[in-house]
Structures are given as C-alpha cells and as structure tokens.
C-alpha cells in the first residue's frame, strides 16, 4: 500500500527558507512522478512543481521558478521541495502527491498526503 508523509512546514519570517519533505512509502520501484501543491487560504489548490517518473526532470509553476527547488533522493524513498526567499502568499497547506505514471500539475495523481502548513508571517 502506498502512503505519503510530509513533513518540515512551520512558521517562518519573509525572506526566509524551509524545506518540506515527502517520504514515499509502498512502490516496488523509483519510477514514480511527484507532485507539490498547495492550497492558500481563500483559494483553490495549485500545483508548484514536480518531478517526472523515469528520468527526474523539473517543472514548476511561474509564482515559484527560481525559488523552489524539488530534489528526490532515492535511497530514502523521499522528495523535497526547497524554499527560499519565501513570500506572505506562499502561505498555505502544502501536499505532496505521488503516481506510478503520471506527473505533472494536475490533480491526476493516485496517492495523496496528509499536508504540512506553511505560514510565512513577520
């Protein structure tokens, strides 16, 4: 059985960092698509970025290009999303998504997590 954890959200101050963690459990290989999203308060759930299933390209959405970065390290069954110079609209729950073939910005993935809040606040 697949499941997600996240982890690493919390409060933190404009211009700062975190790093969000995705621990995948239950494939039987490393070929899987990763997906981050987020739903800001009063707004629809978005899809930031993701990484692809055989060869690990990128993608990100234009509110996080050259600041979010999304690293996958297959000896702990986990990914990452790296976030820097992090802004007040960058606050919101944050999930991880995984899928044996799909990735992508759309909703399209079979396994969700549970989310992690980010708050960005001074």
């Known amino acids: 059985q697949v499941k997600l954890v996240e982890s690493g959200g919390g409060l933190v101050q404009p211009g700062g960092s975190l790093t969000l963690s995705c621990v995948v459990y239950?494939?039987?290989?490393?070929?899987?698509?990763v997906g981050w999203f987020r739903r800001a308060p009063g707004k629809e759930r978005e899809g930031i970025s993701c990484?692809?299933?055989?060869?690990?390209?990128?993608y990100y959405a234009d509110s996080v290009k050259g600041r979010f970065t999304i690293l996958r390290d297959n000896a702990k069954n986990t990914v990452y999303l790296q976030m820097n110079s992090l802004k007040p609209e960058d606050t919101g729950v944050y999930y991880c998504?995984?899928?044996?073939?799909?990735?992508?910005?759309?909703?399209?993935?079979?396994?969700w997590g549970q989310g992690t809040q980010v708050t960005v606040s001074s």
């Open positions: 998504a995984a899928d044996r073939y799909y990735y992508g910005f759309a909703a399209e993935y079979d396994y």
């Open positions: 990484i692809s299933d055989k060869d690990d390209r990128t």
């Open positions: 239950g494939f039987t290989s490393d070929s899987y698509g």
